[in-house]
């Protein structure tokens, strides 16, 4: 395992299941897997495919989103042999080899969401810190009588919340959210799977208060719901070697370099 978990002593357990009933630790998550996600915005009315792949030993991962146009977004990091690179690029689906628009950059120097995939010592995150369970945060256990998509599961839950000061606009955001993660139950087959339990859905609920500079303006509240299906999942996929790569033809030629030269010069 990439990182040990402390285990509480039995005391503790049997005290926690007295008060609550049955304690349950969220299941591991392999260290090399790819996964297919339906990805329901339920606030907008919209529906979009996400394609996941994650190698923790090659400290390789890839994101790539399919939308409403005909465009493709996709996001590629490597870490590997102390690189520190994150691909930010777009292609079209007749010609995923030609990119519409990319950028390399430091992945640790970055502003996306990725940085969150890198550890200080510059390895791509346990496969629980990818998916945001885990580690440092904790869960609470909802029981096993639930039903998605048909499938027999059980979840874990947790809520989180986080605020920042918009430097330009001089506004404060407020955001509040609960996580619900959902596996199949272990007595569920899941196919072509090297373990019992894999994710099945990722359930996002929570709302965006912003209090604006003008003390005269009322707060604004937007609350958003999002369901992320996990419509096929593949522990230790045996072709993530083949398929886990940059696909971009040339993309020395075809991306601009210049933020990630700033930092790496050589």
């Known amino acids: 395992q990439p990182f040990a978990i402390m285990r509480p002593s039995a005391f503790v357990w049997l005290?926690?299941?007295s008060l609550y009933g049955e304690v349950r630790s969220i299941p591991d998550l392999p260290l090399r897997f790819t996964?297919?996600?339906?990805?329901?915005?339920?606030?907008?009315n919209k529906t979009y495919i996400m394609e996941e792949w994650y190698d923790w030993p090659a400290s390789k991962a890839k994101r790539v989103w399919y939308g409403h146009s005909n465009i493709i977004q996709t996001s590629y990091e490597d870490f590997s042999s102390g690189l520190d690179r994150l691909w930010i690029y777009t292609t079209t689906h007749q010609d995923t080899g030609t990119a519409e628009t990319c950028q390399l950059v430091a992945?640790?120097?970055s502003s996306s969401r990725s940085r969150f995939d890198e550890t200080k010592s510059g390895h791509l995150v346990s496969s629980s810190d990818w998916f945001e369970f885990g580690g440092n945060l904790t869960e609470t256990y909802l029981g096993n009588h639930f039903v998605v998509r048909g499938i027999n599961a059980e979840a874990w839950t947790r809520?989180?919340?986080y605020s920042y000061?918009?430097?330009?606009?001089?506004?404060?955001?407020?955001?509040?959210?609960?996580?619900?993660?959902?596996?199949?139950?272990?007595?569920?087959?899941w196919f072509n799977s090297s373990q019992s339990q894999v994710p099945i859905r990722v359930d996002l609920s929570g709302e965006r208060v912003t209090v604006h500079a003008n003390s005269t303006q009322a707060p604004s509240t937007y609350a958003f719901h999002h369901y992320y299906d996990y419509v096929q999942f593949m522990a230790d996929d045996l072709m993530l070697d083949e398929t886990l790569t940059l696909d971009l033809v040339d993309w020395w030629r075809q991306c601009d370099i210049s933020e990630y030269c700033a930092v790496y010069s050589d």
């Open 159 to 161: 809520n989180s919340s």
């Open 15 to 17: 005290l926690l299941l």
């Open 35 to 44: 996964a297919i996600v339906e990805a329901n915005i339920i606030q907008k």
């Open 165 to 189: 000061t918009n430097s330009y606009t001089g506004e404060t955001i407020d955001t509040s959210y609960s996580l619900t993660y959902y596996f199949n139950l272990p007595s569920w087959d």
């Open 107 to 109: 992945n640790s120097q």
